[in-house]
């Protein structure tokens, strides 16, 4: 029986040695795997009616329940300077957010566009640092997941990372199990 340990720091630079590849395509391929696993765990807005009022003064933000403005007038513009605005949760928004690390990595996805605003295409990138000894990818996104102040929304942002690395991880270690296995046969 032959044991065989790898040294998952070195695993990339294995991997592409043994496609011969260069490192730098190991990266690229695995930054889309990251970012179809990410938008494949982002969720989707699932309302399009929200009960919520978005307040902004002096550069600070808070949501508002609309039991807390039942019979009043709202208005864009109140006498103290807050801006209060309905919030609409279109649907589908969260999961579009990832448009623009999609077309950076020259990814195509079908997103409804008709329905998007503009600038959705700025809330995701990814840019890609191309160096012989340490290429690198970095996708930054800005998700919009409906939970307006009730409680943290960094788990659901860690749950979408980590299923972005689990389907990096997993598709490069079944290629390069499939690799060692037809080299070993040969």
């Given at each position: 029986m032959i044991k065989v340990g790898i040294n998952v720091n070195?695993?990339?630079e294995a991997y592409a040695r043994l496609k011969g590849i260069p490192l730098a395509s190991?990266?690229?391929?695995?930054?889309?795997?990251?970012?179809?696993?990410?938008?494949?765990?982002?969720?989707?807005?699932?309302?399009?009616?929200?009960?919520?009022?978005?307040?902004?003064?002096?550069?600070?933000?808070?949501?508002?329940?609309?039991?807390?403005?039942?019979?009043?007038t709202v208005r864009k513009m109140r006498k103290d300077g807050t801006s209060i605005k309905k919030v609409r949760v279109?649907?589908?928004?969260?999961?579009?957010?990832?448009?623009?690390?999609?077309?950076?990595?020259?990814?195509?996805?079908?997103?409804p566009s008709k329905r998007l605003e503009?600038?959705?295409e700025h809330k995701s990138t990814a840019v890609q640092h191309i160096n012989a000894d340490n290429p690198k990818t970095i996708v930054?996104?800005?998700?919009?997941?409906?939970?307006?102040?009730?409680?943290?929304t960094q788990p659901q942002h860690e749950r979408i990372a980590r299923e972005g690395f689990r389907l990096a991880s997993l598709r490069i270690a079944k290629d390069y199990t499939r690799l060692l296995s037809e080299a070993w046969n040969k």
């Open positions: 070195n695993l990339m190991v990266v690229k391929h695995a930054s889309r795997d990251y970012v179809q696993g990410g938008f494949n765990a982002t969720p989707n807005a699932i309302i399009s009616r929200s009960e919520y009022y978005r307040a902004e003064k002096n550069g600070k933000t808070w949501y508002i329940h609309e039991s807390q403005v039942a019979g009043k279109r649907k589908g928004w969260s999961k579009s957010t990832w448009i623009g690390a999609f077309r950076a990595l020259g990814m195509s996805a079908e997103f503009a600038d959705v930054t996104t800005d998700f919009q997941i409906d939970h307006f102040g009730r409680e943290s």
